[in-house]
């Protein structure tokens, strides 16, 4: 759902999220109504994140990792989809650690076993659409201000999600900083 996203392009270009945006503005022009989704798919909806922590598992069982994975990590270079992804999932698991995860299956959740994960740390590069240098990077406006959101409509905008856990050169930095963190040396 990406409104910008960015590869070798000098700079960021316009993502999956626009489409959206066109969709829905023809929609409403055509019919005067809403086009209502069942669920979204794509950075920075919770199912998403959920899938991946799935296929983390599934990976985990297959190497025979007999404890369950506790601590994610996601890598992004976009504080406005993998950033507020990554922290949403975060304060996801979080309240099914409070609440308990039965109650989370609704509203277009993904109705799965129970999370063995209980973080999800956001690791911001800045090797794309975000760079501290750049004017107009999607970095979080200072003095009071909301930087103009670039989610999607269904999703409310909170800016403290934008906050990465952890901001580094590249993804080589990321790596590094995961690796460290788990206690694990390169061999």
Known sequence: MDLLWMAEARMPRFGHGTFLLCLETIYRKVTGRELQYKGLTGKPSILTYQYAEELIRQQAERRGWAAPIRRLYAVGDNPMSDVYGANLFHQYLQMAKREGAEELGAGGLWKQRPSAAQSCASILVCT?????????STEPVRGGEEPPFHGHRDFGFSPGLMEASHVVNDVDEAVQLVLHKEGWALL
Do not use: F, I, M, Q
């Open 128 to 136: 794309g659409v975000y760079s501290p240098t750049a004017v107009g």
